[in-house]
T-cell receptor
C-alpha cells in the first residue's frame, strides 16, 4: 500500500544548476499534479497530467520549468538554471480514475537554491 | 486578484469555541469545491468536499454559495487537535485544482 513517493526529500542546489525532481504516484492513479509551496503560503498550481498527456501547464512560472510523464506513471519536474526564488517545497499529488477530487500528496521535495 | 482567496489568519481560539473560515473564488464556471487540512511541515489532506446543499461531517460544516462564489467552513467545539492550516480548494474547468493561501488555526487550552 505505497503512497505517493517523491525524491529526493531535500535538494540543495547552487544558483544556475539544473535539478530534477521525481514523483512516483500511487499505482493506477490517472491524474498527477505538481504544486510549488513557499513558506507560509498555500500550494501554487504548476501543471497537471492525465495519463501521459499534460493537460494544463499554465502555472509553470517560466520556461526554465518543464514537467513530463512519458509513460503515464512516474513524473519528473525539471528546473533549469535554478534561481533563489525557486526555493520552495515541490509537492506532487495523484488521484484515481473518477476521483480527481481527492488528491493524495507525497511528502514533497524541499529545494533550497543558494 | 488570486483565483481563490481566503480569510487572512491566524485565528487563535480557546478550546470549545466555534470558528468559521471563508473563501471566495473568481471563476463562476468552477465545478467542485473542497477543504483540505495541512499540519505543520506535512502534506495537505482532504478534510471534506463541499456540496451545493451544504454538508456536515461531525463538528465540521461546509457551505457553498454559487451566486456569491463563496465557500465556508465552520468548526464547532474546537479541539487542540484542530490546530492546523485550512486550505480552500476549487476545481476549475479543465480539471486543475487551485488552492487558496490557507488560514492558520491555533486552538489554545
Amino acid at each position: 500500500g505505497a503512497g505517493v513517493s517523491q525524491s529526493p526529500r531535500y535538494k540543495v542546489a547552487k544558483r544556475g544548476q539544473d535539478v530534477a525532481l521525481r514523483c512516483d504516484p500511487i499505482s493506477g492513479h490517472v491524474s498527477l499534479f505538481w504544486y510549488q509551496q513557499a513558506l507560509g503560503q498555500g500550494p501554487e498550481f504548476l501543471t497537471y497530467f492525465q495519463n501521459e498527456a499534460q493537460l494544463d501547464k499554465s502555472g509553470l512560472p517560466s520556461d526554465r520549468f518543464f514537467a513530463e510523464r512519458p509513460e503515464g506513471s512516474v513524473s519528473t519536474l525539471k528546473i533549469q538554471r535554478t534561481q533563489q526564488e525557486d526555493s520552495a517545497v515541490y509537492l506532487c499529488a495523484s488521484s484515481p480514475p473518477g476521483g480527481v477530487e481527492k488528491l493524495f500528496f507525497g511528502s514533497g521535495t524541499q529545494l533550497s537554491v543558494l | 486578484r488570486k483565483e481563490v482567496e481566503q480569510d487572512p489568519g491566524p485565528f487563535n481560539v480557546p478550546e470549545g469555541a466555534t470558528v468559521a473560515f471563508n473563501c471566495t473564488y473568481s471563476n463562476s464556471a468552477s465545478q467542485s469545491f473542497f477543504w483540505y487540512r495541512q499540519d505543520c511541515r506535512k502534506e495537505p489532506k482532504l478534510l471534506m468536499s463541499v456540496y451545493s446543499s451544504g454538508n456536515e461531517d461531525g463538528r465540521f460544516t461546509a457551505q457553498l454559495n454559487r451566486a456569491s462564489q463563496y465557500i465556508s467552513l465552520l468548526i464547532r467545539d474546537s479541539k487542540l487537535s484542530d490546530s492546523a492550516t485550512y486550505l480552500c480548494v476549487v476545481r476549475f474547468q479543465g480539471g486543475k485544482l487551485i488552492f487558496g493561501q490557507g488560514t492558520e488555526l491555533s486552538v489554545k487550552p
